[in-house]
């Protein structure tokens, strides 16, 4: 349970920054997944649930923000859209394409009272 | 789900289920995503928009996009309830607040989900680095013969330079055994419930095995091809494990791992001649991947293969070495430089 970690992750710099602001309660909390990280939102949602039963997160909203993915073709020599990490360039299909957006796996904000 | 426009299942793909709608942004970008139904309806959409409506959209920033949205034949559409496929964050609580008017607040965190494991995984390498020790990480999926490869490879390098050894498995401390049999420090670490090994659990194991300065350190990560990539434990390389028994797609079906590793050991070569397996197409499609990638054919039950993996560990000892003799000799000509100031004053 990749994911369990992934959440556990999430609690833990979402209860720092509770403490740090004296909330009392977590309202929302905003995640940014890269289309292309190793992360399943929805099986992330699930764990997020579970782990925060009991915290100060306990019935908070969780906001998946999707970043689209994006990748430098090194035979184009440009940036190029990407949907999966390992596909082929768009325009000329080589695979060799280096991802530069769209792995990305962070805490963007909480909400808080 | 797709929180850009709302509408849209997760990643997981379960074959034969749900399709896919192409969708273009205000910007230019187009995504695709899989749209699953719960209630049973036709969908004839065809690629030409016959009748088409619009879906006006807000974005958590504030911008509204639109985009059109096309039918062709009859269907019935009991996307429940209509107003809640449009995920409109400018009238949540969250978005419309004014401070000062509400007790809720937000706050920006911007941090990475894997920010504690990296700051391990730092530690660790900075350690690593400091006393010229050579890490890496294996990982494949159960039964590639990883244990069995690290006790040859060990019986190889043993005489030459200390050892030690981390396993990770969910249970039992058979492979930690198998390990401390060839006469080398090995620790198990047990997970439990977990799937694979995090900077933390190798930090612990470190301040246990104590390693030896310019020594071999080599972790035998959770037998699991999808989690450990995602965790950096320290180590200078991950080393994939394919057994030419498993499929030749295995580096298309878990890219992740196969992207993360810097050298791949295709093993179990000895049985070749008995297996349909194209040894050229594996390597292809791992390439596909991950252009980087260093590939040794082995056997580490004959031990065809092994020497140029171990001559390639041998390599990166060197490396490491010879780093740490350049970094130490850097201090020192530094700290002579403050002491031959110290003494001109």
């Known amino acids: ?113 | 789900m797709c929180t850009v426009c709302g509408c849209g299942a997760g990643e997981t793909r379960i074959e034969g289920d749900g399709h896919a709608h192409p969708h273009v942004h205000e910007d230019g970008t187009v995504h695709s995503h899989a749209h699953a139904h719960g209630g049973d309806h036709q969908h004839p959409h065809d690629a030409l928009p016959v009748a088409a409506h619009e879906h006006r959209h807000h974005h958590a920033d504030g911008s509204v996009h639109a985009h059109s949205h096309g039918h062709q034949g009859e269907h019935a559409h009991p996307h429940e309830p209509p107003a809640a496929a449009d995920l409109d964050y400018g009238n949540s609580p969250a978005r419309a607040h004014v401070p000062g008017l509400s007790p809720s607040r937000m706050v920006q965190i911007e941090q990475d989900i894997l920010a504690k494991n990296n700051a391990y995984a730092i530690a660790n390498r900075a350690h690593f680095d400091e006393l010229g020790i050579f890490a890496l990480n294996l990982v494949s999926s159960p039964g590639s013969g990883k244990t069995t490869l690290l006790v040859k490879t060990i019986e190889q390098l043993k005489a030459t330079r200390a050892i030690s050894v981390v396993e990770g498995d969910q249970q039992t401390s058979n492979d930690a055994e198998r390990i401390r049999a060839t006469g080398v420090a090995a620790l198990q670490i047990n997970t439990g419930k977990g799937c694979h090994l995090d900077a933390h659990m190798v930090g612990q194991a470190i301040e246990r095995l104590r390693p030896a300065d310019e020594s071999l350190f080599l972790i035998e990560n959770v037998g699991n091809l999808v989690c450990p990539a995602a965790f950096d434990l320290g180590e200078r390389h991950k080393v994939a494990i394919l057994s030419v028994t498993e499929g030749e797609d295995k580096p298309l079906k878990y890219p992740d791992m196969f992207a993360a590793a810097d050298v791949m050991l295709l093993n179990k070569c000895d049985l070749l001649p008995h297996l349909d397996f194209d040894v050229d197409l594996a390597e292809a499609n791992a390439r596909q991947v991950n252009p980087h990638l260093t590939i040794f054919r082995v056997s580490a039950r004959s031990g065809e293969g092994l020497s140029a993996w171990v001559a390639w560990i041998q390599a990166g000892l060197e490396a490491q070495r010879d780093k740490r003799a350049a970094t130490v000799a850097g201090l020192k000509a530094r700290i002579a430089e403050l002491e031959r100031k110290l003494a001109a004053q």
């Not at chain 1, 992750?9 to 004296?22: D, K, N, P, S, W």
């Not at chain 1, 992330?44 to 970043?67: H, K, N, P, W, Y």
């Open chain 1, 1 to 113: 349970m990749h994911e369990m970690s992934l959440a556990e992750g999430v609690l833990q710099l979402v209860e720092e920054t509770a403490r740090r602001e004296a909330a009392t309660r977590v309202k929302t909390v905003v995640l940014e997944i890269g289309r292309m990280s190793s992360v399943e939102p929805e099986a992330l949602r699930f764990c997020f649930d579970s782990v925060t039963l009991g915290s100060i997160a306990q019935g908070a909203e969780l906001e998946v923000v999707m970043v689209a993915g994006s990748g430098w073709c090194m035979v184009c020599a440009q940036t190029v859209a990407l949907n999966a990490r390992f596909e082929a360039c768009p325009n000329c299909g080589s695979y060799q394409v280096q991802a530069v957006s769209g792995t990305e796996m962070r805490v963007k904000e909480i909400e808080i009272e």
